[in-house]
């Protein structure tokens, strides 16, 4: 296992367009999170699945953005109608259950979105 | 969770200890203390984490105060590849095993 991957690896795209992220987690981590990251701030965390359930969201979610994990596996973040403020990078990881992965996360590289 | 406090950027030269603080005055009993990094167009890696019990691993080393209101992660012999942003997280670990960043701390090893 590579670790938790992501793609693309950047994406530039003009505004109010659409655009789509995958990501493939560590294959025995049941729980998924999409963070953001813009320049000089910590992540910014989004939602997390346990499994393919939707659990949690952020505020920061608005309804243009959309993800989904269909079959507890890969995941997509979808963002509609892009804004210039959408621009950053979206960081995708994976964790364990139990006590052994306790809040341990596996970040993938990211993806970073520039619109113009 | 927490509120944690670090220090925007620290240098250190390689080969020596890296001691990076972090200040979390309101932790409550049963949160941990998470340290994790990021190095520049990577995402974060987990270092290490601690309840009240100092810790070692192969990468770094976890001294929490007896009052566990501060903390400080030990890098013993930085590296250039060391160079990285750090990140001190307080928080339970409860069902989400969501965690919240802060800006933390960019570490400069200088050769």
């Known amino acids: 296992d590579t670790g938790v991957s992501q793609d693309p690896r950047h994406k530039i795209t003009k505004r109010g367009q659409n655009v789509t992220f995958r990501c493939d987690p560590i294959?025995?981590?049941?729980?998924l999170y999409w963070y953001r990251q813009t320049l000089g701030q910590g992540p910014e965390f989004l939602t997390y699945?346990?499994?393919?359930?939707?659990?949690?969201k952020s505020r920061l979610l608005s309804d243009r953005f959309s993800a989904e994990r269909p079959k507890g596996s890969f995941s997509t973040l979808e963002i509609q109608r892009t804004e210039q403020g959408d621009s950053a990078m979206y960081l995708c990881?994976?964790?364990?259950?139990?006590?052994?992965?306790?809040?341990?996360?596996?970040f993938g590289a990211g993806s970073r979105l520039t619109v113009l | 969770d927490a509120k944690t406090t670090q220090p925007p950027s620290m240098d250190c030269a390689e080969g020596r200890a890296a001691n990076l603080p972090c200040n979390h005055s309101?932790?409550?009993?049963?949160?941990?203390v998470y340290w994790y990094r990021q190095i520049h167009s990577q995402g974060p890696q987990y270092i290490i984490h601690?309840?009240?019990n100092n810790e070692t691993n192969e990468m770094a080393s976890l001294i929490i105060t007896e009052d566990r209101k501060s903390s400080t992660l030990i890098l013993p012999h930085a590296t250039l590849r060391d160079t990285a942003v750090y990140y001190c997280?307080?928080?339970?670990?409860?069902?989400?095993?969501?965690?919240?960043f802060g800006t933390g701390t960019l570490l400069a090893v200088q050769p």
């Open positions: 294959s025995e981590h049941n729980r």
């Open positions: 309101t932790i409550s009993g049963n949160e941990y």
């Open positions: 699945f346990q499994n393919e359930a939707q659990l949690e």
């Open positions: 601690g309840l009240k």
């Open positions: 990881a994976s964790s364990a259950t139990g006590a052994s992965g306790a809040n341990v996360l596996t």
């Open positions: 997280i307080v928080t339970t670990r409860g069902a989400t095993n969501k965690l919240i």
